[in-house]
């Protein structure tokens, strides 16, 4: 068999969410709390406004889930100690040789790195579950990785970290050789594109040492969405212009160099804890549609649903207000994960 991690742009049968639950990463203070509640949910409505969503609820949340998704989002129920579906959850793939075959990836998920901070051993089950729920394949892998630790192009290509997969944290004793041969298995990826870094705020405390999703994506094969920061005042203003550097000198499984659309960050540059990583970058696309971060700037909101329609022609670009799940460590593509639809005839690449 041929594992092959479909484009996020191929068309989907749902998307999988987590609803938060109390815990540390949910916060403090019963109005902040809230926030993280209704962050979470109005993603899920507005993903529902193009395809299905399933929302993972812990039984403890039950109630509020009801009330907060009402009959427009599918709940399952299941153990939950975190909410970030793309990271613990399933990573869907295909089998060409076997047309109407659904796979899920699962990843080892040790909380990104196993810090003190993190709950992680009911979410580690998720993928599991979910795999189950949808019939699908399991394709079990020892390696310790995180949904929004890659992103593909559907024909070969896979972008990821060295800080993320060869974290001594996660994988110890991985060489590169070994995650792209682990890459080339589970996701069908024959050209690994190694990002040395990821955004500055993503090392501290409560970061996942620089996963992908924040910094770049293809949203079509041979370009290349890149998140820059303009501000020179800000750290990420010499990550993004290396970063940019290196990625024009790199090329894809088709042997094709990139070609790099710049996707500039808000003005915003801190919030109270420090230098923010506000990044249109880590959007969601969807059945016909995409939905992407806000950030209550609105000339930079609008500047960037304009590029996103560039680059995603025919689809309609909503934001949604995005700062409350950033203030919590990832943003609209971090806490989603969509599940290809599949057809006798196999599915759109």
Known sequence: MTWRMPSETAPHTRTWMAFPREGR???EGDAY???GYDAWAAVAHAVAEFEPV?????????????RMLGGHIDLVEAPLDEFWMRDFGPTFVVD????GVLGA???IFNGWGDPDWSEWRLAAGIA?????LVGAEAVPSLLVNEGGGIHVDGEGTVLATRTVQLDPRRNPF???HHVEAELRRTLGATRTVWLPRGLTRDYELFGTKGHVDMVATIPSPGVLLLHTQTDPAHPDFPVTRDLRALLARETDAA????????????????DQDGFVDYSYVNHLVVNDGVIACGFGDARADGAARDILRSVYPGRRVVTVDSRAVFARGGGIHCITQQQPALTPKGIAR
Request: charged residues 35%; without cysteine.
């Open 25 to 27: 990463n949910l916060g």
């Open 33 to 35: 709390k809230q926030t």
């Open 54 to 66: 399933t929302m993972v609820v812990d039984p403890t949340e039950r109630d509020r889930a009801r």
């Open 96 to 99: 060409d040789e076997r047309p």
């Open 105 to 107: 990836v699962d990843w």
């Open 128 to 132: 599991r579950h979910v795999t189950g």
């Open 174 to 176: 991985a060489e590169e």
């Open 255 to 270: 042997g094709r160099p990139f070609r790099i659309v710049d996707l500039p960050a808000p003005a915003i540059l801190r």
